[in-house]
Each structure stands twice: as C-alpha cells, then as structure tokens.
C-alpha cells in the first residue's frame, strides 16, 4: 500500500511566496531605493565633492639651495617656451619649460652679450669660402635664441631699462619639474601649474608642491582662481577645487577626455564656464556640463576664457566673445584668432593674437593693432599690473610670446626685459657635450646652438657658432698639440687656442659630413661618422665601412686600447687594428647585451665598460674577457658618448633614467635623478673633486663624494 504524502501543503506555498517577496523587495530596492540613494549621494557630491589624497611637500626656499645634492645650476629656459605671465607682491612671474621666470622693477647691471669671435670676419680665417661668411646680426640672434626670449643686453637697442629678470627658479630650488604651464596669483599667494606633477603654493619663502597619489589627477590643463577657492581641470576632464588646503574632486559626468581636448576653465557664481580645443563651449553647474549650443561661435577652438570683475570673454579661434546679462554671446571682434586677453581700468580690452599683436579694442569698438613678435609668435598671456583707477600706466602692461616677455610702453613701442647680470645663463638648454682646454677653459656643445666657452667660475666668454659651428655632438681635447675638436654635422672642427679653426670634410676624405665621436690616438685621430669610420694619420685620412667587415656604416663612439680601435655602432661592437676589422661583437657571439653600442670608455684600471641603447652596460676586463657586472635595470638607453669614470666609481648618462652610478668596490649599481634639471643626462666633465654633468635641460654641478 502507498504511503501517504504528510507534508503541508502550505510549506510548499510559503516557499514559493517568500520567493516572490524577497524577488520584489529586491526590484524595489535596484529600481528604486538604490537610484534615490544614489541621486541624493551624487547631489552631495555634486555639492561637497569627494576628497581627494594628496601629499604635500614643504620646501624652505631660502635654505633649499645649502642642502641640496646639486650645488650649482646653470640654467636656460629653451626658446618656445613661455606660457604665462602675473604679476604678485611687486615682482612679475613668468611660466615656462625651463622653469619660473621672476622679474622685479628698478635698475640693475645687465648681462653683457658673450665675445663672438667671428663677428667682424669670416669664420675659419682668410680661406674660408663666401659661402660661410658670418651671420647677419638677425640670423644670429635667430639662431642664437639667447635667452629664450629673455634677450636683454647692453648693445640692445629695445632692451627695457626699468625692469630686469633677477631670479629663475628650477627643480634645484624645489620646484617638481622645470616645465610650468601657468602662473596664478591667489590670496597673497602664487600658484604655480606644472605640466605634469599637480600644482604648488608659492609665498616667497615657502614652496608647497601638491601631488595626487591617483596620478590621473596630477596633470592640470587649465584654473580659475577665485576669492576663496581655485577650480581645475585636468587632461581626464575631472573638475577639482583646491581651497589652499584640501583637494575635492566635483562631479563631472557629461565632458568625457577622450573626445575634449581641455584648454580653459573659468569660474562663474553658479558653476563654471569650460572651453575645448575642438567641440567649442560648455556650461558646467556643478553636476553636467551642457555645450553652448550658438551660432554666432564660427570656430569650435576655444583658447582661453578671461573673467575680469564678473566681465567673461571668450577667446576663441574666430575672434573675442563676451557673455551678455541673459547667457548669450556678443561678439567683441570677429575674424581673428586670439590667444589671450586682459582688461584695463578704462574697459579698453587688450587681445593677444596668434600672429604676433595686441589689438586694443575700446568700449566703442575701435580696433588698434600693435606689433609685439617679429617672429610672429602668439601671444601666449597677456598682465596689467599697477592699475589705479582713470590713470593706466602703460609701463604696466606686460605679454609673453613663445619666445620674448615684452613690455608694452606709452606710445605703443615695445621693449624686451633685461637680465640680471648675476645670473649666470647659457646660451642654449640641450647640452651634448662638455670638455675642458689646457687654460682651464670649459667648452659646452649644444644640440643645434653652437659651442659656449666658460672660465672657471661657469660665466660665459666666448660663443661659438655659424654654419659651420651649430650642431655639435662631442667635444674632444688633444693636449699635446692644445686643439680642441668638434664632431658636427658639417664635418670635424678643430679650433685653436683663439678659437680659429679648420674644418674636416668629405671634400678632403671624410667618410661622411655626419660626425657623432672622435677619439685620439698617437698620430691622429679616429672619426666616427653616419657613413663609417675615417682614421686621420698625420694628415691622411682612411676609411673603413660595412664594404669592409665593419658591422654597421653607423659608428657612435670609440676607444684606442693599444694596438686596438674599439668602434660601437648600430649592429654591434667592432674591433680595429692595422685599418683591419678582426672582431665584430654581437649580442649572438658575446654577452653584449644590444646591437646598438653608444658608449665606450677604458678606466683607469683597465676595463672596458661598454654602453648601449635599450641594453644598458657591460664589461670587458682588462684580461680581454667579458665580466658578469649584474646590470641590475631594463631597457636603459644610454646616451651617445655619455660615461665617465672617477676613481672607483663608474658614471653614465641615460635617455630618461637620470644617472646610473657603478661602485668598484662594492659592485651595487644606483640611480640618480634627484634635483637634475631633467633625466635626460647627456654629458659628463670632471674637475677637481666636481663632476659637470650636462642635460638636454642645462648644466649642473655636484660634489662627486654625494654619490658615495
């Protein structure tokens, strides 16, 4: 007999309810609870914002430079390099690549130009052919780019006399990087926009570097400074308020990086107004940010947004527009591109163009168009300082270009500032190579700027440079016979103890014009060039190239160890005797560790260290054998001629690794970069118990004792 089923059957149902209950209350709670939880959150946030981490690091600017690793820094902002320019605390400030520009009002002894040995005749003496006569006095300061733009001398005839550059201002006094992209006075306080590392608080004594620990966060396109608080905006479109103290980040959901390029923010009462490089205007209040749909905007590139006393203009690709009472937008000026803009006391609306004025527009329309750049550079920021109310000093009137801070005087002339003569500048930034002469004479290569010749103190006496003397590579001394060579693209330059010179070129059997290396030996020299190699023998130069054995026509560095020539090129390392290749070293037949050799030098005990571009350094021994020295890093690109050994101590210069320092003794392997001007190391000299170190970002000097 079947048994009878006991169970209730009313379990089954209370089951099946409470699963229709608990699916319900979870509907409820997705659809309903949980989007009202989060709306009244984002409101919050949308109020508050949400806070952010952030370190911040206190750096005292009156003691930084006693304890700090690098103890000297000779530094050049580049040319194209000034973004911005404010006025705070009676001193102006002026943004650029190569650091903060300070300038300060009165008179002073200005920066005499450097002695150029080849103004009055035609370089290389007497023989030299027409062709390489100097420079006109216009091509040589093109060339030249003294002082990016900072061009102040005495024989300056546009020179202002009544305001001078007195302090620059790099990562050897504390800033994070050289390169800052804006400048903003706030509360008694200048606040300094780098162009990838946050913000710093500036109050002449104090330094506050603010960096995010979410690097996102850390790269700031555009602020607004207002009374109580600054409003950012990064490159990722996230909005972010900084009230001197703490970070929050705002609520920003409609602008989305990857289709806006960010190029302005400014505050409003009620939000903020946000321009873009290429999908025009938008309104952002404190939740979205809605586009400023209008058909009088002819250009979506909007460059900047100027707020002055609740007056908004909006600069853009096509011309000024202001922002009316009901939201709506009046144009100023049409059909030019403008850059930056600035108001006076009068109204009278200054306009910075892209190619190279100011346009004075007054409140009755009237245009007026000054020449600012005769390079026809934009007009990158525009200051008026000093303002009173129906007085407007014109001496208070201050731009910045690419390359020139300018001073717009009472008549509409125009006047660059001056330099301090105890600053001590360069001629250029990329420095590629630095040697000293048997006069204690230290000789600096630039990238594309010539050579500069420092006395012992690192003032500069001499500047060197015309179509022969531009672009050098390596710097070579022979003091037996007191010249110096220079390996240019337009040959090997040898120079004389007065800076007279002869040049080595194809046409007298240089393998090619293209030189990167030159490396002595008992009778000549060794050249190593884009074509190959030349051996110069008394006068008779030979060459050997890839027809040859040699493994690549690129050569980059060389050594003369006896009898041998160790050549390093783009397939290998080469191994010379007799004008005869007996050895190529590949990364297949040896422990070289790439094909790419762009260093080589011989210590003083015997070894040969051996640099390469992506592979780091190894050792052959002074036995002729490889040695295990445990390169501790990966892809490190080792700078072309950029090693230096000092005792026990092995130093080369990386692409963007800094400086990686070799004990002898102990076998570890360390990194510096520290207060370098940049981590592109490209160069080594040592003097004394110093070591000059040049950067693509200037020059430094340290104790070699702090790298122990």
């Not at 555009?222 to 970070?247: C, K, Q, Y």
């Amino acid at each position: 007999m079947r048994k009878k089923d006991h169970t209730p059957k009313f379990s089954i149902l209370a089951i099946i309810f409470g699963g229709f209950l608990i699916s319900l209350l979870l509907i409820v709670y997705f659809f309903a609870i949980k989007p009202a939880e989060e709306a009244i959150e984002d409101a919050r946030l949308a109020v508050e914002g949400l806070p952010l981490e952030c370190e911040r690091r206190a750096v005292d600017l009156t003691q930084f430079s006693q304890t700090k690793t690098l103890e000297r820094i000779i530094s050049r902002t580049g040319y194209s390099d000034f973004h911005d320019i404010c006025f705070l605390n009676g001193y102006i400030y002026a943004a650029s690549d190569g650091g903060l520009i300070r300038i300060r009002k009165g008179s002073a002894s200005l920066a005499p130009e450097p002695p150029d040995p080849y103004k009055d005749e035609k370089p290389g003496g007497a023989k030299t052919s027409k062709k390489l006569t100097s420079l006109t006095p216009d091509e040589r300061n093109y060339f030249r780019k003294y002082y990016s733009g900072l061009v102040g001398r005495k024989k300056d005839k546009k020179l202002d006399t009544d305001y001078y550059v007195d302090a620059v201002f790099t990562i050897s006094d504390g800033l994070l990087e050289n390169r800052i992209m804006a400048v903003k006075p706030w509360n008694g306080k200048l606040l300094v926009v780098y162009g990838n590392f946050g913000v710093a608080l500036m109050d002449g004594k104090m330094l506050y570097n603010y960096i995010f620990k979410q690097q996102r966060y850390n790269k700031v396109c555009a602020v607004s400074a207002g009374r109580e608080n600054i409003l950012m905006i990064t490159d990722t479109a996230d909005i972010i308020e900084f009230n001197g103290e703490s970070f929050k980040l705002l609520k920003n959901e409609a602008l989305n990086s990857k289709k806006h390029i960010i190029s302005s923010i400014c505050r409003l009462n009620d939000g903020a107004l946000i321009g873009t490089v290429s999908s025009g205007l938008y309104y952002y209040n404190y939740d979205k940010a809605v586009a400023q749909k209008n058909e009088i905007f002819v250009s979506n590139r909007i460059n900047c947004i100027l707020n002055s006393d609740d007056r908004i203009f909006i600069n853009s690709e096509s011309g000024v527009y202001e922002r009316g009472s009901y939201n709506d937008y009046l144009p100023v000026v049409k059909d030019y591109p403008v850059r930056a803009s600035a108001v006076r006391d009068d109204g009278t609306l200054l306009c910075g163009t892209y190619f190279g004025e100011i346009l004075e527009i007054n409140g009755r329309g009237g245009i007026k168009s000054i020449k600012v750049s005769q390079q026809n550079e934009p007009v990158e920021s525009i200051s008026i300082i000093n303002q009173s109310k129906g007085a407007i000093p014109q001496e208070a009137q201050f731009a910045v270009t690419g390359s020139e801070i300018l001073r717009l005087n009472s008549g509409n002339s125009v006047e660059r500032i001056g330099i301090s003569s105890e600053l001590n500048f360069l001629s250029a930034n990329f420095i590629t190579s630095l040697e000293v002469d048997n006069n204690g004479r230290i000789w600096v290569g630039y990238f594309e700027d010539g050579i500069d010749v420092l006395d012992s103190d690192l003032k500069v006496i001499a500047h060197l440079e015309n179509d022969d003397v531009r672009v050098i590579r390596h710097l070579k001394f022979d003091a037996g016979r007191g010249l110096m060579y220079a390996a240019s693209s337009k040959g090997v330059i040898v120079f004389d103890s007065a800076y007279k010179y002869r040049k080595i070129d194809a046409t007298r059997g240089l393998i090619s014009n293209e030189v990167s290396n030159i490396s002595l030996m008992k009778d000549g020299a060794v050249y190593c060039t884009a074509g190959g190699v030349t051996f110069d023998q008394g006068g008779i130069l030979r060459s050997i190239y890839a027809f040859h054995n040699l493994a690549n026509n690129h050569t980059y560095c060389s050594i003369n160890d006896s009898d041998k020539v160790y050549v390093g090129t783009l397939g290998g390392l080469s191994i010379i005797e007799n004008l005869t290749v007996r050895n190529n070293l590949t990364p297949l037949n040896s422990p070289l560790p790439n094909n790419w050799v762009t260093a080589i030098l011989k210590d003083e005990t015997g070894n040969i260290w051996i640099g390469t571009y992506g592979g780091g350094i190894s050792r052959i021994g002074k036995s002729g054998k490889w040695d295990d020295v445990k390169f501790p890093y990966k892809d490190i690109e080792i700078n072309n001629n950029a090693m230096i050994s000092s005792g026990n101590m092995l130093f080369a210069g990386t692409l963007s690794d800094g400086i990686i320092v070799y004990d002898f003794n102990t076998g570890e392997w360390q990194r510096f970069s520290g207060t370098l001007p940049s981590r592109n190391v490209t160069a080594f000299l040592q003097i004394g118990n110093n070591l000059v170190i040049g950067t693509d970002a200037g020059l430094v000097v340290s104790d070699i004792s702090s790298y122990k």
